[in-house]
């Protein structure tokens, strides 16, 4: 069987999950394709992955309402054991990527991280993944029948629905270690704007903005009229203009919408880690010979308090002509 | 107390990569302690330095250039070293059980190492090595406060900040931000040469291989790089916006 670890959140199925399910189907391995889903009140996610699957494993406890790793990665670990599962996939999220870690010492099985292509050749998984901060692509091959496999977010394409009934769904029993790490208080990044994982347009900022005002002029005021979702480099993270969710990079999030604009960014490599399978690159810096440059499709040398105002001028009066027209 | 850090070697991040014979070429180019595990070393540091009684062993698993690595973390002022000398690519998940036996043989009571390695993009060794000891890890964190034997902190979750509480033994992942590490100062310099680097063999450990590398290939996807002036804003602007429309569809 292979098991599909479901990611969910207000009690909705994260999309990535619909690329993991696709992974699944791909991979060509037999046996039913089955979804996990963990978690407490979660009925509602059971019935809204069960037409894209198999079949349907629901752990519905209340001490599973908060996610801890180590808790997660018991309980799968559990029932990819009892299902006798050879294949575990989780989407490459940070959490993810931390369960998945866990779930494949727990099963002493090999872990293919973060991959962009995972396939079956002749009993032995083949995948492909970025290394090297994401500037070179590795082939990898797992060395262990089971093998848990965490998948990059945004590669797959959403499966559908098989067509057929719906997968059954089936309640399981958990032992349920209790959590250790205690979380004495959170700030959640709340926003209404498109998640920058989705966007097909990103508008990044970085210090050449030159402070949280001119970041929400700029940045936020392009976006606005392109419906794009907002990033910030590191810097502009750590200056506490922005909040970390919107951070692109190696420590951040990766990217690869159709089109990036760099706006007052500088180019590092840890940056571009996060950013360079994006499909069109736009660089907006003063310094021609910012690192950005190299690695941009189309770039203007100048100032982001002059260029991007024009922009977003432009693109209004666009708008307004055409609603009038 | 003993705390381990986790170390590798990597290549500078200011180098670029160049792939040959499917491997990346790494010679003659700088080779440093991967940033994010050097965030551990300095956390390390910071902890005995506000009061904890620690003795601060850093470990390193891979070929014999390690060294130079393990020496700077003797520098910055770690107490000991451990390297387990290797040519072979261990992957992380049998990287950890390596580290696991360390830390259990040297009854460490906290381990830190990088939150994502420079080298294999990968997250795993932080969590992995936890799940084999049985201990909770803190992965991301961004500020750090042992009080006793509890620890405590912040740490960036996927959606928010959170602020955690948990009593050691625990794996301490690290990043930028989480501090600033320090220089070497000459006389630690010389001091670390003093200092002990017990070699290990990994044979010594048995550890099997889950992953094997087929090796790499450079990405070579070409950008077309059409740089324009923007001093005449308006103008500047413009032709991107045309471009946008017409090569992206945005605004179509
Ligand atoms: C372990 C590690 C992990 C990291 N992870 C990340 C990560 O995930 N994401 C990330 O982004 N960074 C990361 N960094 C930091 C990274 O190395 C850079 O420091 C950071 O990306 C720089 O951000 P910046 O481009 O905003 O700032 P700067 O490098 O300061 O660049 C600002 C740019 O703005 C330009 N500029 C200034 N004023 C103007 C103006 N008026 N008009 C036009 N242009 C202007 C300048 O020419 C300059 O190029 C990491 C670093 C380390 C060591």
């Known amino acids: 069987m292979i098991l599909v670890v479901v990611a969910h959140a207000d009690g909705r199925v994260g999309r990535s999950t619909f690329g993991l399910i696709a992974a699944a189907r791909q991979i060509g391995r037999s046996g039913p394709v089955t979804a996990l889903v963990l978690g407490s009140g979660v009925a509602g996610v059971a019935t809204e992955i069960a037409p894209y699957v198999d079949q349907v494993l629901v752990a519905d406890r209340e001490e599973l309402a908060q996610y801890d790793p180590q808790v997660w990665a018991a309980a799968v670990a559990q029932i990819a054991h009892e299902g006798e599962a050879d294949t575990i996939l989780l989407t490459a999220s940070r ?208 100032n982001v308090e002059s260029v991007v105002p024009a922009m977003i001028e432009q693109i209004a009066a666009a708008r307004l002509s055409r609603a009038g027209s | 107390m003993r705390i381990l850090a986790i170390i590798r070697q990597v290549l500078d991040a200011e180098e670029s990569v160049y792939v040959d014979n499917r491997t990346v070429d790494l010679k003659g180019r700088k080779l440093v302690m991967d940033t994010m595990d050097e965030y551990g070393v300095e956390e390390a540091l910071r902890i005995r330095e506000r009061g904890a009684e620690a003795e601060i062993v850093v470990v390193g698993i891979g070929p014999a250039r390690f060294e130079e690595a393990l020496r700077s973390a003797l520098s910055m002022g770690a107490d000991r070293a451990i390297h387990v000398e290797t040519d072979q690519e261990v992957d992380p998940i049998a990287l950890s059980g390596v580290v696991a036996a360390i830390a259990r043989k040297e009854e460490a009571q906290m381990i830190f190492c990088g939150g994502q390695q420079a080298d294999w993009d990968s997250q795993a060794l932080g969590a992995a090595v936890a799940e084999h000891l049985d201990w909770p890890a803190l992965t991301w964190t961004r500020k750090l406060e042992l009080k ?105």
């Not at chain 1, 050749?121 to 060395?143: M, P």
């Open chain 1, 95 to 302: 959490s993810g990527r931390e369960s998945s870690a866990r779930v494949a010492v727990k099963l002493d099985a090999a872990l293919l991280e973060d991959v962009v292509s995972v396939v079956d050749r002749q009993g032995a998984l083949v995948a492909e993944r970025y290394s090297c901060l994401a500037r070179v692509t590795e082939r990898i091959e797992a060395l262990s029948p089971v093998v848990v496999v965490s998948v990059k977010p945004g590669i797959f394409a959403a499966a559908e629905p098989t067509g057929a009934e719906p997968g059954e769904q089936y309640d399981v029993e958990l032992a349920v270690p209790p959590a250790r790490v205690r979380v004495t208080g959170k700030v959640r990044y709340a926003t209404d704007r498109i998640a920058l994982a989705d966007a097909d347009v990103v508008v990044s900022g970085g210090r050449g903005v030159g402070d949280a005002a001119g970041f929400e002029r700029l940045v936020v005021g392009l976006a606005d009229q392109l419906g794009a979702a907002v990033g910030a480099t590191r810097a502009v993270v750590d200056a506490g203009w922005r909040p970390y969710s919107e951070q692109v990079g190696q420590t951040g999030k990766t990217v690869q919408p159709k089109v990036y604009i760099a706006v007052g960014i500088s180019g590092a490599v840890q940056h571009l880690s996060g950013m360079n399978k994006s499909r069109l690159i736009v660089a907006i810096n003063k310094d021609s010979e910012a690192p950005i440059f190299r690695v941009c499709d189309f770039g203007i040398v100048g």
């Open chain 2, 148 to 252: 006793g034997t509890t620890l405590a902190g912040q740490r960036d979750a996927e959606d928010g900040v959170e602020s955690f509480e948990v009593d050691l033994p625990a794996v301490v992942t690290t990043q930028q931000d989480l501090n600033e590490p320090r220089y070497p100062t000459l006389p630690n310099i010389m001091k670390a040469k003093r200092k002990e680097i017990r070699r290990e063999t990994l044979e010594s450990f048995g550890v099997a291989l889950k992953v094997r590398s087929h090796g790499v290939e450079a990405q070579n996807r070409e950008r077309l790089r059409e740089v324009i002036d923007g001093r005449d804003a308006a103008a500047a602007a413009s032709q991107l916006v045309a471009m946008l429309r017409e090569k992206a569809g945005v605004m179509a």
